[in-house]
């Protein structure tokens, strides 16, 4: 793939996220596609060019809003922006329109709740001629959507296409870090929500921040315990899609794992601090992530009392709580 700038890019969704992305891709060189399946609403963006959900910002004119995804689809490479959980239904949507050996960057985080794959394997088992790389790191949208300086890791198992994307969307302010590591940069997108989850519930709880860094440092270690049962990389897990985007997503009030967890720790219910912040992917992701520790024999403690909480068991906070602070001392 060429590396030059004015590369067609369509981007699949455009939520906030996906809108933030196609900002950064039109201030690298771009002409992008943004597609979204609410024509009146991508009429209206068409229009009036300025985007509420991320603070009034004005859409570049190199993006062009579309709702006809066979449009948006008929470019060099497409940036899929949907939730992991939507993720299928969208590339069976792409069946026939994606060329052969189109790059799929995903920016989904998270692991598919029906099948139990990542977002790469969801991608090989619906569009098989296409070429998967995901996208991740600490990254929210409205500062890539600004503009100030943010850095994530594109990973493709094809080293010498993941460095082409990487320069053709990449830019002073949106620098990106290239990798062949896939499974690495999908299991820290993935694992970092529903860790982040627990640190809001610390925080909501009332409990001081001594105690949230102490949750964040033991819950990397069950990261980087699982990302290397299940294929990842040490390094990759250490970088900015794994501990970099555990640490946004863990502190920052921001995040809506955060969000949704401090709800928790205050004594809301699933239901409530869904309809409080929205669903998190990290609700999704728990109890598929605890189970797939259990299956490989991880230790995932942390992981496992946010899958007791937002699972269907739903164990009630103190008794997850009093369950952690009883295990007994052991070597770090």
Same mark, same amino acid.
């Given at each position: 793939?060429?590396?030059?700038?004015?590369?067609?890019?369509?981007?699949?969704?455009?939520?906030?996220?996906?809108?933030?992305?196609?900002?950064?891709?039109?201030?690298?060189?771009?002409?992008?596609?943004?597609?979204? *399946?609410?024509?009146?609403?991508?009429?209206?963006?068409?229009?009036? *060019?300025?985007?509420?959900?991320?603070?009034?910002?004005?859409?570049?004119?190199?993006?062009?809003?579309?709702?006809?995804?066979?449009?948006?689809?008929?470019?060099?490479?497409?940036?899929?922006?949907?939730?992991?959980?939507?993720?299928?239904? !969208?590339?069976?949507?792409?069946?026939?329109?994606?060329?052969?050996?189109?790059?799929?960057?995903?920016?989904?985080?998270?692991?598919?709740?029906?099948?139990?794959? &990542? #977002?790469?394997?969801? !991608?090989?088992?619906?569009?098989?001629?296409?070429?998967?790389?995901?996208?991740?790191?600490?990254?929210?949208?409205?500062?890539?959507?600004? @503009?100030?300086?943010?850095?994530?890791?594109?990973?493709?198992?094809?080293?010498?296409? @993941?460095?082409?994307?990487?320069?053709?969307?990449?830019?002073?302010?949106? =620098?990106?870090?290239?990798? /062949?590591?896939?499974?690495?940069?999908?299991?820290?997108?993935?694992?970092?929500?529903?860790?982040?989850?627990?640190?809001?519930?610390?925080?909501? *709880?009332? &409990?001081?921040?001594?105690?949230?860094?102490?949750?964040?440092?033991?819950?990397?270690?069950?990261?980087?315990?699982?990302?290397?049962? &299940?294929?990842?990389?040490?390094?990759?897990?250490?970088?900015?899609?794994?501990?970099?985007?555990?640490?946004? /997503?863990? /502190?920052?009030?921001?995040?809506?794992?955060?969000?949704?967890?401090?709800?928790?720790? *205050?004594?809301?219910?699933?239901?409530?601090?869904?309809?409080?912040?929205?669903?998190?992917?990290?609700?999704?992701?728990?109890? +598929?992530?605890?189970? $797939?520790?259990?299956?490989?024999? #991880?230790? $995932?403690?942390?992981?496992?009392? #946010?899958?007791?909480? !937002?699972?269907?068991?739903?164990?009630?906070?103190?008794? #997850? +709580?009093?369950?952690?602070?009883? =295990?007994?001392? =052991?070597?770090?």
């Amino acid at each position: 793939m060429s590396a030059a700038r004015g590369a067609v890019v369509g981007v699949i969704g455009a939520g906030a996220f996906g809108t933030a992305l196609a900002c950064a891709l039109a201030r690298a060189g771009c002409a992008v596609r943004l597609w979204g *399946r609410d024509a009146a609403h991508m009429a209206e963006l068409a229009q009036e *060019r300025r985007v509420p959900r991320l603070g009034g910002l004005i859409l570049a004119e190199t993006i062009r809003p579309t709702a006809d995804l066979r449009e948006a689809a008929a470019a060099e490479a497409l940036v899929l922006a949907v939730p992991t959980q939507a993720l299928r239904d !969208v590339c069976l949507q792409l069946g026939g329109l994606a060329a052969p050996d189109m790059p799929l960057i995903l920016a989904a985080k998270g692991i598919e709740r029906r099948s139990g794959g &990542f #977002v790469s394997d969801i !991608v090989r088992e619906t569009l098989p001629s296409c070429v998967p790389a995901v996208l991740s790191g600490p990254g929210f949208a409205a500062d890539i959507a600004r @503009g100030f300086p943010t850095a994530l890791t594109l990973a493709c198992a094809d080293g010498a296409l @993941g460095a082409a994307l990487a320069r053709m969307i990449g830019s002073p302010a949106f =620098r990106l870090y290239h990798t /062949t590591d896939l499974r690495g940069v999908e299991i820290g997108g993935a694992a970092k929500n529903v860790l982040a989850i627990a640190a809001g519930v610390a925080a909501g *709880r009332g &409990f001081g921040e001594s105690t949230v860094a102490a949750l964040l440092a033991r819950s990397f270690a069950e990261l980087t315990r699982f990302g290397l049962a &299940f294929g990842g990389r040490a390094e990759t897990l250490a970088g900015l899609s794994g501990l970099g985007d555990l640490i946004l /997503t863990g /502190t920052s009030s921001r995040s809506r794992n955060r969000r949704f967890g401090e709800e928790l720790g *205050r004594g809301a219910g699933v239901e409530t601090a869904i309809a409080e912040v929205g669903l998190a992917e990290g609700v999704w992701t728990a109890p +598929i992530l605890a189970r $797939m520790a259990a299956e490989k024999g #991880v230790d $995932m403690p942390v992981a496992a009392a #946010v899958a007791d909480l !937002v699972g269907e068991a739903r164990v009630g906070i103190d008794a #997850v +709580i009093e369950r952690l602070l009883a =295990r007994p001392p =052991r070597a770090e």
